[in-house]
T-cell receptor
């Protein structure tokens, strides 16, 4: 069975602080995709990153960085120098690679509050 | 390039009624998936359509059904609405063989 756990329900930080959102996943598949999405109050899910299971290189994109560790089944997301506009719910997700029934499993989300 | 659009944005229905939600896929995308997101939870996969056929289904009863049209737009139909069906319904389109979704802003359904 596939499962995504985001143990942090809510995180509150002050602007300019760094914050890390944790994600742990379970899957029996040897190849899979991992995602992070942002959901602002407007409701739409905004794609942030996709990582293939065979690519364990960490990635940095501006203030965002991702640490994928297959050995611990974790895919953590760090925001550096947080801003008020980063306030949203963040979801980690897992899906099989391009099989019939492209089903993505989402975690329960972490609500991030960034205070000015 | 247009994104995914969903209609209506909000809807209130009475228990036992039927509802149809609509989704227009992003240009160039041929696969559409529907998700249910209850308050405070992550989205739950309902089903996916590719070439007008259901191509995968989550743990939802048969009263949840869908359609995909030749232009890749889609409908989600829910019969015999229950109070627990109250949720945000998200549509996502993708290109089969690709790896990521584009999500719409969702339809907020309230069943009273």
């Amino acid at each position: 069975a596939q499962k995504v756990t985001q143990a942090q329900t809510e995180i509150s930080v002050v602007e300019k602080e760094d914050v890390t959102l944790d994600c742990v996943y379970e899957t029996r598949d040897t190849t899979y995709y991992l995602f992070w999405y942002k959901q602002p109050p407007s409701g739409e899910l905004v794609f942030l990153i996709r990582r293939n299971s065979f690519d364990e290189q960490n990635e940095i994109s501006g203030r965002y960085s991702w640490n994928f560790q297959k050995s611990t089944s974790s895919f953590n997301f760090t925001i550096t120098a947080s801003q008020v506009v980063d306030s949203a719910v963040y979801f980690c997700a897992l899906s099989r690679i391009n099989t019939g029934g492209f089903k993505t499993i989402f975690g329960a989300g972490t609500r991030l509050f960034v205070k000015a | 390039e247009t994104g995914v659009t969903q209609s209506p944005t909000h809807l209130i229905k009475t228990r036992g009624q039927q509802v149809t939600l609509r989704c227009s896929s992003q240009s160039g995308h041929n696969t559409v998936s529907w998700y249910q997101q209850a308050l405070g939870q992550g989205p739950q996969f309902i089903f996916q359509y590719y070439r007008e056929e259901e191509n995968g289904r989550g743990n939802f009863p048969p009263r949840f059904s869908g359609l995909q049209f030749p232009n890749y737009s889609s409908e989600l139909n829910v019969n015999a609405l229950e109070l627990d069906d109250s949720a945000l319904y998200l549509c996502a389109s993708s290109f089969r063989g690709g790896s990521g979704y584009t999500f719409g802003s969702g339809t907020r359904l309230t069943v009273v």
